[in-house]
């Protein structure tokens, strides 16, 4: 009885750190994507505004 109790908790716990395995890599991914949109859409404003200001000047 114990013993296959424990052998419940160990699968159970293997299968929660597989899960927080996959929603870790998920967030890096979609926060790695993110930055990287965000950048891009910064440094298209920055350039809008540098190319506004040297044109202006």
């Known amino acids: 009885m114990k013993w296959s109790y424990k052998s419940h908790l160990r ?6 750190i597989r899960y927080e395995v996959c929603l870790s890599s998920l967030l890096r991914q ?7 949109g965000f950048g891009r ?11 506004d200001l040297s044109s202006s000047e």
């Open 11 to 16: 699968r159970k716990r293997r299968k929660k």
């Open 30 to 36: 979609a926060g790695v994507y993110f930055s990287y």
């Open 41 to 51: 859409q910064v440094e298209g404003v920055g350039g809008k505004r540098v190319r």
